[in-house]
């Protein structure tokens, strides 16, 4: 199951970048591979997850980071000991400071990984993952992150309506056939994160996001 949602993300992450960032997707992701493996039964998905993400650092300069989940503002590094600390030099030593403050002042959490924890101590950095959404994250939203793409879009798309909407909406919403779409929206009400509005038995009016659905995204604790 991992392999194959790993390979699809690369591959559209691939399809969709350019220069630098290309080339650097195209390098050996061994390592990254590696993290997002021990980090999948966590995260339950790799949805909302980019791969060697571009941003510009507030020296200018751009900076990459390995795998930013950009809903929870999480930026993952893999990092190994050969080259992140025995053959570094005092001005990349510098650069990686400064590159870390860059990624904080941008209100991203910097959560990085050694490669050794990632082989021989997997459950902990599990463990560790769990205790930062636990701390930061609503446990709702978290359930919020496991949906499938097209049942989130749904429930957003119909937060921000605030209102009724009808399968017609939801079609335009998601780009899908009315089939599928029936199906996406089945799926949400035996989940009751939305509701039936109007109509009779055998034929509603339309949808309304219902409170169990607004809650996923109440995203940080109290």
């Known amino acids: 199951m991992f392999e194959k949602e790993f390979e699809n993300l690369l591959k559209d992450q691939i399809r969709g970048a350019s220069g630098q960032r290309l080339e650097m997707l195209q390098r050996d992701l061994t390592g990254t591979r590696k993290m997002l493996e021990v980090l999948y039964p966590v995260l339950g998905t790799l949805d909302g997850l980019i791969l060697e993400y571009e941003m510009v650092s507030f020296s200018g300069v751009k900076i990459y980071g390995d795998v930013v989940h950009l809903d929870l503002r999480i930026w993952f590094e893999e990092e190994n000991f050969l080259t992140h600390a025995e053959l570094i030099t005092r001005d990349r030593f510098t650069f990686e400071r400064s590159r870390v403050r860059s990624v904080t002042i ?85 989940k009751c994160y939305i509701s039936l509005v109007g109509g009779g038995p055998l034929r509603c009016h339309g949808f309304i996001i219902t409170p169990k659905g607004a809650s996923l995204f109440h995203r940080f604790s109290i």
């Open 106 to 190: 941008s209100d991203y959490m910097y959560f990085p990984y050694s490669r050794d924890e990632l082989e021989k101590k997997p459950e902990f950095c599990q463990r560790n993952l769990h205790e930062l959404l636990a701390r930061t994250t609503n446990s709702q939203y978290i359930e919020l992150l496991k949906l499938p793409v097209y049942e989130r879009e749904v429930l957003r798309c119909a937060l921000l309506r605030d209102k009724a909407f009808l399968l017609a909406d939801a079609c335009e919403w998601l780009n899908v056939t009315k089939e599928t779409c029936r199906k996406i929206l089945r799926t949400l009400e035996t």
